[in-house]
């Protein structure tokens, strides 16, 4: 099992900060007020060839009426649960506070090891003001400034002492598995498609659409499946991202998409397909990558017989030209298909990997050309005469002929559906280039 640290603490002490300073990149949200980090994020740090997992939690307020509040002080003891080491955290420039105090009541029954770091440590005074924090009676303290990344070394040496070596090959392993983002407008039902999955409270699920405001990694081994989940914060349209936040969720979701090997698209089944989900299911494929439709909420439709086909018609016709895509119909809520959607993620993940080989590719493409010639132009003909696949990881293909920029749309398009006939490439985008011989 790979060794895994979580960052815990009051709102607003630098969680984040020092959450993306081990990561060595802007994972997390941060943001100077307070309650920006909701749920538990994760993400793996590497230090001196030690490769251990983090989470940052939310902001801890103990007792507190509000909902979020009360959502984060789950998630937080949920992150204590699944840690192997704590870095409670705490902040030499406000001083020490009774929310500081109820916290350390909550660790020092804990028998993990926990590392006191106080943050905000970028002087001498604040050095001496922040001797305060002894008081709080944890072995192992630190003094360090997340912002600047003073003092982090000495704290990621004392994690790192904790590691044995054989966890190091673990982190390796997941970076290989399969990742499936999940994506959509906010409130299509992302969330509850992961805990329904996942079946735990992973994620804060809420009715208020945009809760979820960062990317979530969770790592899924049931039913002998093994692969990366990333839910996603809801994509908007740019004129309604009116808050920075938000904004960033929408750059983090964005960012989600090109970590992933497979989007899952949630629509919602009441509301149809809207030209926002038709540009974030073209972004997806001008990135090549793997695409399931996942229709949700079908529990609450009104059903005839033929509901199902009639509705996945439509779908594609407005999904045009790329339609050879796996479209289930789904309920969160209800559990209904959810893992025939992990399934056909599955194989979507394995048609984006498939490798043709060269002569069969040429048997069948050849003969596809001989049945239907391209046109004419300019008095001459186009002549194909050799196929290949390149080693890239989206399927793409070249095609040498003698006047490859005459070659029209409509005949790669024929030639789009033959490879996708005979080479089983459904849910993937295909990208076709044409050379000259």
């Known amino acids: ?14 969680k984040s900060t020092l959450f993306n300073r081990l990561l060595e990149q802007r994972k997390a949200i941060v943001d100077d007020v307070s309650g920006v980090t909701r749920d538990r994020q994760y993400g793996v740090a590497d230090w001196n060839g030690k490769v251990f997992n983090v989470i940052d939690t939310g902001g801890f307020v103990a007792g507190s009426d509000d909902v979020f509040e009360r959502e984060i002080a789950k998630q937080v003891l949920i992150a204590l649960d699944e840690a192997d080491a704590i870095i409670f955290m705490v902040d030499a420039a406000t001083g020490m506070t009774d929310l500081d105090d109820s916290m350390a009541n909550l660790l020092r029954r804990s028998t993990k090891p926990v590392f006191l770091t106080v943050n905000k440590v970028d002087n001498n005074e604040r050095m001496l003001e922040a001797t305060e924090f002894y008081s709080l009676g ?10 600047s990344g003073s003092g982090t070394g000495e704290l990621l040496d004392a994690i790192t002492d904790l590691i044995k070596e054989d966890s190091a090959e673990e982190a390796k392993e997941m970076e290989e598995l399969p990742r499936f983002a999940i994506i959509g407008q906010p409130n299509t039902g992302k969330s509850s498609l992961l805990n329904a999955l996942t079946g735990q409270e992973r994620t804060i699920v809420s009715d208020i659409a945009g809760t979820t405001r960062d990317t979530i990694h969770t790592h899924y081994n049931l039913f002998q499946k093994e692969f990366v989940l990333i839910d996603t914060a809801g994509i908007r349209r740019k004129n309604k991202v009116n808050e920075d936040l938000e904004f960033y969720s929408v750059i983090r979701a964005i960012k989600a998409m090109d970590e992933a090997d497979v989007c899952l698209l949630l629509i919602d089944a009441g509301k149809g397909i809207t030209a926002q989900d038709i540009n974030i299911f073209a972004l997806a494929a001008r990135k090549g ?3 399931v439709m996942l229709v949700n909420k079908w529990d609450l439709m009104e059903k005839e017989t033929n509901t199902a086909k009639e509705y996945e018609k439509e779908l594609k016709q407005k999904l045009a030209p790329f339609t050879d895509v796996p479209v289930l119909f789904v309920s969160a809520k209800e559990k209904t298909r959810i893992f025939k959607a992990i399934e056909t993620a599955l194989e979507v993940y394995a048609n984006r990997q498939r490798r043709v080989a060269t002569s069969k590719l040429n048997d069948i493409i050849l003969k596809a050309i001989e049945a239907y010639h391209p046109p004419v132009v300019r008095g001459h003909p186009i002549k194909i005469k050799f196929v290949t696949q390149l080693p890239t990881t989206v399927p793409s293909f070249a095609f040498y002929c003698n006047f490859p920029d005459d070659v029209k749309q409509p005949y790669k398009n024929y030639l789009e559906n033959k490879l996708r006939e005979n080479f089983d490439l459904k849910g993937v985008p295909v990208r076709l280039f ?3 011989k």
Not at 138 to 147: G, N, Q, Y
């Open 138 to 147: 944890f072995e192992h303290i630190f003094f360090l400034a997340a912002a």
């Open 289 to 291: 990558k793997g695409i």
């Open 434 to 436: 044409f050379r000259k």
């Open 1 to 14: 099992m790979s060794f895994t640290v979580a960052i815990v603490g009051r709102p607003n002490v630098g």
